[in-house]
């Protein structure tokens, strides 16, 4: 297994001076250096095989998108009214729910990871010793995004989530790799990352993040930032007792991060704060002020005079912290420059459901590997094997997942029409138990 890896991460990434001698076969894809299925040889057909979407730029394709094509995708977004779904995985069971749910929404979709969920990823058990299997992890899960992304035939953002400063070797671990990944295929190994250095001073934060924009837009990535704090707990960062007027991005503070960011590159996005809160809480318990972004264009647009987008909105806005949200609110705040949401909460407890249900309808098959009420000799097999479970809780996201394409006003964005149905699914001892 550990051979396997390496060879496919030393023909991809290279391994030396002498590597890649005789030269990679490039695809012929606007914007697409290196596709996966082209060169290893894996079936690509129907909407795996195609160049660009019937609706949307040329240079968007399936699969990762990075540079150009993932900016001509967010501007896409913000032109046309929807806010692309960012959603954190934390397996390839996780990671094909949402390429899954995207297909069926024609959308495309934003698959992100966390430090944590880039070390879980990589193995518990594995030494994070200078965030080791944190980094290891992120780069497998970007390796599985990279190839069944094309399978799916929609065009994904390859993102990682929040990175507080002492999480920033992490970051630099993944930009190694992507710096290394674009010197032989001509685009980087993620899209994105994000940069949140909200708890430190606003100046320490955009001078951190002016030096990680320069390093990055050199290879075509993206910066996320974050303005202001999300309140609430998420993945090991607790801000349940921060200040309510820090929960609150105030427009001069946003026009001095596009102000000092601009100048560098325009590949970048803000998450600005307006009341956002990481966690689940009952319906009304968020108070989201989504003018407070609308505000921010406006003053933007005055600072720019002339030189002011013809749409006045300068900046393309992240929410963060959107469960519990109304979802009024929600496309609120897309009409004033959202074009991602971030979701984990939502779709932890859906994974989490689905296991639960599955459990509950098949309790009586699952308390022995023999026996149930068919017979005491009757055997349990097809029920405990974890695809079974695993293939519920799957089910089960793609169906939230739903929700939040439609909440986003992310539906039929691509032309693709309707998922055809698979076939050739094997039968339910290898994985089809109804659920």
Same mark, same amino acid.
């Given at each position: 297994?550990?051979?396997?890896?390496?060879?496919?991460?030393?023909?991809?990434m290279?391994?030396?001076?002498?590597?890649?001698?005789?030269?990679? %076969?490039?695809?012929?894809?606007?914007?697409?250096p290196?596709?996966?299925? $082209?060169?290893?040889?894996?079936?690509?057909?129907? $909407?795996?095989?195609?160049?660009?979407?019937? +609706?949307?730029?040329?240079?968007?394709?399936?699969g990762? *998108?990075?540079?150009?094509?993932?900016?001509?995708?967010?501007?896409?977004?913000?032109?046309?009214?929807?806010?692309?779904?960012?959603?954190?995985?934390? @397996?390839?069971?996780?990671? +094909?729910?949402?390429l899954?749910?995207?297909?069926?929404?024609?959308?495309?979709?934003?698959?992100?990871?966390?430090?944590?969920?880039?070390?879980?990823?990589?193995?518990?058990?594995?030494?994070?010793?200078? =965030?080791?299997?944190?980094?290891?992890?992120?780069?497998?899960?970007?390796?599985?995004?990279?190839?069944?992304?094309?399978?799916?035939?929609?065009?994904?953002?390859?993102?990682?989530?929040?990175?507080?400063k002492?999480?920033?070797?992490?970051?630099?671990?993944?930009?190694?790799?992507?710096?290394?990944? #674009?010197a032989?295929?001509?685009?980087?190994?993620?899209?994105?990352?994000?940069?949140?250095?909200?708890?430190?001073?606003?100046? /320490?934060?955009?001078?951190?993040? %002016?030096? #990680?924009?320069?390093?990055?837009?050199?290879?075509?990535?993206?910066?996320?930032?974050?303005?202001?704090?999300?309140?609430?707990?998420?993945?090991?960062?607790?801000?349940?007792?921060?200040?309510?007027?820090?929960?609150?991005?105030?427009?001069? /503070?946003?026009?001095?991060?596009?102000?000092?960011?601009?100048?560098?590159?325009?590949?970048?996005t803000?998450?600005?704060?307006?009341?956002? *809160?990481?966690?689940?809480? @009952?319906?009304?318990?968020?108070?989201?002020?989504?003018?407070?972004?609308?505000?921010?264009?406006? =003053?933007?647009?005055?600072?720019?005079?002339?030189?002011?987008?013809?749409?006045?909105?300068?900046? %393309?806005?992240?929410?963060?912290g959107?469960?519990?949200?109304?979802?009024?609110?929600?496309?609120?705040?897309?009409? =004033?420059?959202?074009?991602?949401?971030?979701?984990?909460?939502?779709?932890?407890?859906?994974?989490?459901?689905?296991?639960?249900?599955?459990?509950? %309808?098949?309790?009586?098959?699952?308390?022995?590997?023999?026996?149930?009420?068919?017979?005491?000799?009757?055997?349990?097999k097809? =029920?405990?094997?974890?695809?079974?479970?695993?293939?519920?809780?799957?089910?089960?996201?793609?169906?939230?997942?739903?929700?939040?394409?439609?909440d986003?006003?992310?539906? +039929?964005?691509?032309?693709?029409?309707?998922?055809?149905?698979?076939?050739?699914?094997? $039968?339910?001892?290898?994985?089809?138990?109804?659920?």
């Amino acid at each position: 297994m550990k051979f396997g890896f390496a060879l496919f991460a030393t023909i991809v990434m290279g391994s030396g001076a002498d590597a890649f001698t005789s030269g990679i %076969k490039r695809s012929s894809r606007v914007g697409t250096p290196l596709n996966i299925a $082209e060169e290893f040889g894996l079936p690509c057909e129907d $909407e795996c095989a195609i160049d660009k979407f019937p +609706n949307m730029p040329d240079s968007v394709h399936p699969g990762v *998108v990075t540079g150009q094509a993932m900016i001509d995708l967010l501007d896409h977004a913000k032109e046309n009214g929807y806010a692309i779904p960012a959603v954190n995985c934390v @397996s390839s069971s996780g990671i +094909n729910a949402c390429l899954e749910a995207a297909r069926k929404n024609d959308a495309p979709i934003i698959i992100q990871f966390s430090s944590g969920g880039s070390q879980f990823y990589g193995g518990k058990a594995l030494d994070n010793k200078n =965030y080791a299997a944190a980094i290891a992890g992120a780069v497998s899960g970007a390796f599985h995004v990279r190839t069944m992304a094309e399978q799916y035939g929609i065009p994904v953002i390859l993102h990682t989530d929040h990175c507080a400063k002492k999480l920033l070797p992490w970051v630099d671990g993944l930009l190694d790799a992507s710096e290394r990944y #674009y010197a032989k295929q001509g685009e980087p190994l993620f899209s994105s990352h994000m940069i949140d250095l909200s708890e430190e001073p606003i100046e /320490e934060n955009i001078g951190i993040c %002016k030096d #990680y924009l320069a390093r990055m837009s050199k290879i075509g990535m993206l910066l996320e930032m974050e303005l202001g704090i999300t309140g609430g707990e998420e993945d090991g960062v607790n801000n349940e007792d921060v200040a309510l007027e820090d929960l609150y991005s105030k427009p001069e /503070e946003i026009f001095q991060v596009y102000d000092e960011l601009t100048p560098i590159s325009d590949m970048f996005t803000v998450a600005a704060a307006f009341g956002n *809160v990481h966690g689940v809480y @009952s319906p009304g318990n968020v108070q989201l002020e989504p003018k407070i972004l609308t505000r921010a264009q406006a =003053y933007i647009s005055e600072k720019l005079g002339d030189k002011a987008p013809a749409d006045s909105k300068p900046v %393309k806005f992240v929410f963060h912290g959107g469960s519990g949200s109304d979802v009024t609110d929600i496309q609120e705040a897309i009409g =004033y420059g959202v074009i991602k949401m971030n979701i984990d909460t939502d779709t932890q407890w859906s994974y989490w459901e689905g296991i639960k249900n599955f459990e509950e %309808k098949f309790h009586d098959y699952l308390q022995g590997q023999i026996g149930n009420p068919e017979g005491p000799e009757k055997p349990n097999k097809k =029920y405990y094997d974890p695809r079974e479970c695993m293939r519920a809780a799957e089910v089960n996201t793609v169906q939230r997942l739903d929700q939040c394409f439609a909440d986003l006003k992310c539906v +039929n964005i691509l032309g693709l029409g309707e998922m055809a149905e698979a076939e050739n699914v094997l $039968e339910p001892r290898r994985g089809g138990l109804p659920v």
